[in-house]
């Protein structure tokens, strides 16, 4: 295969690089058509394939031009390639087994094609897989996916529990399980339940109190918790209702409580031998995960919980654990701000494990939970000039737009920025930038580079689930 590269001085001996390395694979051409690779016209690109025999060119994915009329004058296809040269040997490597975009940069439409693959594989082997048993459509245990369980805790105080509900499901939870305190009440369970009736997903109860049990099992799909305390009680219940629940150790052990379930009737068992927090036995308890003849329940979100770290990679790190152990179901929470998010996290991460079935590490997958630090560094080449000034501080006092200030603020997954009480709401911080302009809401340099900043701010808030203040710090 013949490959053009064209490529510009700045990045000459990073692309030469990278070609040196694929000389047995491919016949690759790199040619100097300016300072900048982005800067290639659709003419430079045209004089250089005219002629020539070439299977294809590939363009820096920096390039804004439209190529096409070239590809229809010499028949070569043009492709866009990585954004950054560094990436070019990632793209050469899979090139002869993957087509590339002729609009969208390699490393993005490569991270992507490898993404939907891996999500198809995911689906593909869920499908295929045996299970224990199946709740409302999900199958539970044997080969099949880890299962993630999100709770609302006090499910009876919250007036937006279907909304709730809905987003828990959105963000990719099996289960959602309603949590019920000790003020709560049959009547407060029912009426939960009952405002849900026009949700599909599976539901799960979570209280110890049987009267509270009893008044869930009309919609319920899974009780938390059955002990010794309450199998008595409510457990012949359960049976008769068909529902799944999840045993827990209590004064009995695990296992006598696995037995009294049992003999109460209910088939569809989970066993939960209670995950303990950081400092309060969590490797400890890891041992405590036996082999028993039941689903495994792994309450990962009340470590993470109780743990002062970002939740990105607490998650994926307790999803480890779990699909070391064989639990079937992953419970997670998001009752503090700095887990909000988890959800979404925990499906992630339980997704990589899915993948994981061919391989020691969950590593490559195409899924990742890479939030802020990038998997690998881009080295560019260095910036080039011929002097330099320090910048010097900006002046304390500020000279206002005589157009008048303009807000800024974060709605859901929206930035919204007002002017003299007309509001531009937006999910990119330069589309709400340019209407402004277009607007005529701003006259002064200053402020517009002052806007971009905190717009931009606004977004990486959005996009990181931080809260966001005007000329606050990130």
């Known amino acids: ?28 051409d790199v040619v100097v058509t300016g300072e900048i690779a982005s800067f290639l016209t659709p003419g430079d690109l045209l004089r250089l394939l005219s002629g020539r025999d070439y299977d294809m060119a590939v363009v820096s994915g920096m390039c804004t031009a439209s190529f096409a009329d070239v590809e229809r004058e010499t028949g070569v296809p043009v492709y866009r390639g990585p954004r950054h040269a560094a990436d070019l040997p990632l793209v050469l490597g899979v090139l002869d087994q993957v087509s590339l975009s002729k609009t969208v940069p390699a490393d993005d439409f490569l991270a992507e094609t490898r993404r939907r693959e891996a999500c198809r594989q995911v689906a593909l082997r869920e499908a295929e897989a045996d299970a224990d048993f199946i709740i409302r459509g999900r199958k539970i245990g044997g080969g099949s996916r880890m299962k993630v369980l999100a709770e609302i805790m006090d499910a009876h105080r919250r007036d937006d529990l279907a909304d709730e509900v809905r987003r828990f499901f959105a963000d990719g939870a099996d289960i959602v399980d309603l949590g019920f305190g000790f003020d709560a009440t049959p009547g407060d369970v029912e009426r939960c339940f009952t405002a849900l009736e026009e949700i599909e997903g599976a539901l799960a109860v979570d209280t110890q109190d049987p009267r509270l049990i009893a008044a869930a099992l009309s919609r319920a799909d899974l009780v938390l918790s059955l002990h010794e305390g309450n199998i008595p009680v409510v457990g012949a219940a359960v049976a008769d209702a068909g529902v799944a629940a999840v045993v827990v150790p209590r004064e009995r052990t695990l296992q006598e409580n696995l037995a009294a379930a049992t003999e109460a009737g209910i088939s569809c068992l989970i066993a939960d031998p209670l995950l303990q927090p950081v400092g309060s036995g969590l490797t400890g308890s890891l041992s405590g995960f036996p082999h028993l003849p039941c689903p495994l329940f792994f309450g990962a979100g009340n470590v993470v919980e109780l743990l002062d770290a970002d939740s990105t990679g607490a998650n994926a790190l307790l999803a480890g654990m779990a699909h070391e152990v064989g639990a079937a179901i992953i419970f997670t929470s998001e009752h503090s701000d700095k887990t909000r998010g988890s959800v979404a996290e925990m499906r992630r991460a339980t997704d990589m494990m899915a993948l994981m079935t061919d391989r020691p590490y969950p590593k490559d997958l195409g899924l990742d939970l890479l939030v802020l630090k990038e998997k690998r560094r881009r080295r560019e080449p260095p910036l080039e000039y011929g002097s330099v000034t320090d910048a010097y ?24 920025a007002v002017h003299r009480g007309r509001a531009v709401r937006g999910r990119h911080w330069e589309d709400v930038f340019h209407t402004l302009l277009a607007n005529g809401s701003l006259s002064r340099l200053d402020h517009a580079a002052y806007l971009g900043k905190e717009l931009f701010k606004a977004e990486l808030a959005i996009r990181l689930r931080r809260s966001f203040e005007q000329d606050g710090p990130f």
Do not use: N, Q
């Open 393 to 416: 501080p900006a002046p304390d006092e500020i000279v206002y737009d005589p157009l008048g200030c303009i807000r800024i603020g974060i709605e859901e997954d929206c930035i919204v």
């Open 1 to 28: 295969m013949r490959i053009l590269l064209p490529t510009g001085l700045a990045t000459v001996a990073i692309v030469k690089a990278a070609a040196e390395r694929f000389r047995g694979r491919y016949e690759i």
